[in-house]
T-cell receptor
Framework: DADVTQTPRNRITKTGKRIMLECSQT?????MYWYRQDPGLGLRLIYY???????NKGEISDGYSVSRQAQAKFSLSLESAIPNQTALYFC?????????????FGPGTRLTVL | AQTVTQSQPEMSVQEAETVTLSCTYD???????LFWYKQPPSRQMILVIR??????QNATENRFSVNFQKAAKSFSLKISDSQLGDTAMYFC???????????FGPGTSLSVIP
């Protein structure tokens, strides 16, 4: 019973297509994040949201957009996918009231843009 | 801006031996949190250990411990009695005490050899 889920887990698409990656959480956390992981670069922050009405750009937001539909849902969109957006994408949540200030990650979405 | 550096892209260790992974960071903040996350081949991100900068005592979690040198801005992870299940990517991460976003290093790939 995963607390943070991502759909799809894997996706292959073509250049120019619009893609949406979805994230849902049952942890009741206010804060949600989208990262992309590339070999040798670690995880880089795309967008983050501290509540439903608060959306912030991360370090690599160009080419991406997000929607916080509810406290539990945070979607990432690629309006027109390009090959260098091929990466592993992670959603994460956090609770600043938590004892460990920990981020809880979903299982990741492997996206390939041809 | 904060940065996190991991200078060892790959490391290996014999089973049951001890290994130390290095991490350095750059910040002008005085209060912050540091983390080590583990990503096994399953790609799930798992928090291994955390350190609060205002605490001088190094954190310990079972076989995992850190050497936190605040003045040197160094945060190394020591894994004792290495096990095959420790094979994973390890990411060092930084977060300001204002509970802002988390900055990740590029990662170190650790292989435990039987």
């Amino acid at each position: 019973d995963a607390d943070v889920t991502q759909t799809p887990r894997n996706r292959i698409t073509k250049t120019g297509k619009r893609i949406m990656l979805e994230c849902s959480q049952t942890k009741g956390h206010d804060r949600m994040y989208w990262y992309r992981q590339d070999p040798g670069l670690g995880l880089r922050l795309i967008y983050y949201s501290f509540d439903v009405k608060d959306i912030n750009k991360g370090e690599i937001s160009d080419g991406y957009s997000v929607s916080r539909q509810a406290q539990a849902k945070f979607s990432l969109s690629l309006e027109s996918a390009i090959p260098n957006q091929t990466a592993l994408y992670f959603c994460a949540t956090s609770d600043v009231q938590g004892a460990r200030n920990e981020q809880f990650f979903g299982p990741g979405t492997r996206l390939t843009v041809l | 801006a904060q940065t996190v550096t991991q200078s060892q892209p790959e490391m290996s260790v014999q089973e049951a031996e001890t290994v130390t992974l290095s991490c350095t960071y750059d910040t002008s903040e005085n209060n912050y949190y540091l983390f080590w996350y583990k990503q096994p081949p399953s790609r799930q991100m798992i928090l291994v250990i955390r350190q609060e900068a205002y605490k001088q005592q190094n954190a310990t979690e079972n076989r995992f411990s850190v050497n936190f040198q605040k003045a040197a801005k160094s945060f190394s992870l020591k894994i004792s009695d290495s096990q095959l299940g420790d094979t994973a990517m390890y990411f060092c991460a930084f977060m300001k005490a204002s509970y802002d976003k988390v900055i990740f290093g590029p990662g170190t790939s650790l292989s435990v050899i039987p």
